[in-house]
């Protein structure tokens, strides 16, 4: 076996740096007939990162967890530098949740000298992050499509968290016939209702004792639309609402469709609520669905 074909081990995990080692293992893995599921993370992991190794251990042979803080979907400098890295701990995490393979690259080895396609998703895109946040849903694309030509799983878990990203990575899949099924997982949330993410830990107390207002005024503004609140007005309500609990700035309140992302201007279709919203120095995102006449 060449050098770069090889893994290290951590417990009973492997752990692979280059794409040749993670190809080899999977190699042996897909040669015994066994299914491959694949996590995709930037790391830092927490209960809502859990969920997903939860769901594809239930659903596959082999679980794959990625790590990989890929400086093509941020936008802003001082986010990328900021966001926080802690692989060991990650490790002990996915260890102890029977994860069979940590694929953790180097920059080099995702992007290396030369590097220079771009996967692009349009539509779905012109809104919400894609619009607030030039360049980062070409970057998931891009990266995204790279791990699963890298793992070739056959299925890879998404949280509902980031649900536009969901919605992207199926389409560029579908699109470029890369033989995986994206799996949605709900949110996972604190008791109050803040949903997990690791820029949550960049909050100081009295910005984390504020937040979970966010999902609280979701969820009001939910009930209101299925009660049959005019959705200008109850995205009007809940502008002012996230203003009074103390939120710094909102890129985004918007009610759109499940599917397409096409702002609604009533309940026609099933729809989501998505929100993105500043407390301090960190931008917080979340969404929930709306059930007409609940
Ligand atoms: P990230 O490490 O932030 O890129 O997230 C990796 C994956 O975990 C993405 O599919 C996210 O949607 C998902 N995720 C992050 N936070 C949560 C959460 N609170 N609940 C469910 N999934 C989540």
Request: overall charge positive; charged content about 25%.
């Given at each position: 076996m060449a050098d770069a074909e090889r893994s290290e081990t951590y417990g009973h995990m492997a752990v692979a740096r280059r794409v040749a080692a993670l190809r080899a293992t999977v190699a042996g893995w897909k040669r015994a007939g066994e299914s491959v599921g694949v996590v995709p993370t930037m790391g830092a992991l927490h209960a809502g990162h859990m969920a997903l190794v939860e769901a594809a251990r239930r659903d596959c042979d082999r679980v794959i967890t990625t790590i990989f803080v890929n400086p093509k979907q941020f936008n802003r400098p001082d986010d990328l530098q900021s966001y926080p890295r802690e692989e060991a701990s990650d490790a002990d995490k996915l260890v102890a949740a029977g994860v069979d393979l940590l694929f953790a690259p180097p920059l080099q080895e995702v992007y290396p000298e030369g590097f220079q396609t771009k996967v692009s998703v349009s539509g779905l895109t012109n809104c919400l992050c894609g619009l607030m946040r030039p360049g980062h849903m070409d970057g998931v694309a891009t990266v995204v499509a790279k791990l699963f030509l890298m793992t070739a799983a056959e299925r890879a878990y998404f949280g509902e968290k980031d649900y536009q990203q969901?919605?992207?990575?199926?389409?560029?899949?579908?699109?470029?016939?890369?033989?995986?099924?994206?799996?949605?997982?709900?949110?996972?949330?604190?008791?109050?209702?803040?949903?997990?993410?690791?820029?949550?830990?960049?909050?100081?107390?009295?910005?984390?004792?504020?937040?979970?207002?966010?999902?609280?005024?979701?969820?009001?503004?939910?009930?209101?639309?299925?009660?049959?609140?005019?959705?200008?007005?109850?995205?009007a309500w809940g502008r002012s609402a996230l203003e009074a609990a103390g939120f710094d700035k909102l890129d985004y309140l918007e009610l759109r469709d499940n599917e397409q992302l096409e702002a609604l201007e009533s309940l026609d279709r099933p729809a989501r609520l998505f929100v993105a919203a500043w407390m301090g120095p960190v931008r917080l995102i979340d969404n929930v669905a709306v059930v007409a006449g609940r």
């Open positions: 969901l919605l992207v990575v199926r389409r560029m899949a579908r699109d470029l016939d890369i033989p995986v099924d994206i799996v949605p997982v709900p949110t996972v949330r604190d008791a109050d209702g803040l949903a997990l993410s690791s820029r949550n830990a960049l909050l100081s107390a009295e910005q984390r004792a504020r937040a979970p207002a966010i999902h609280r005024t979701l969820t009001a503004m939910a009930d209101k639309l299925a009660a049959g609140g005019a959705v200008g007005e109850v995205l």
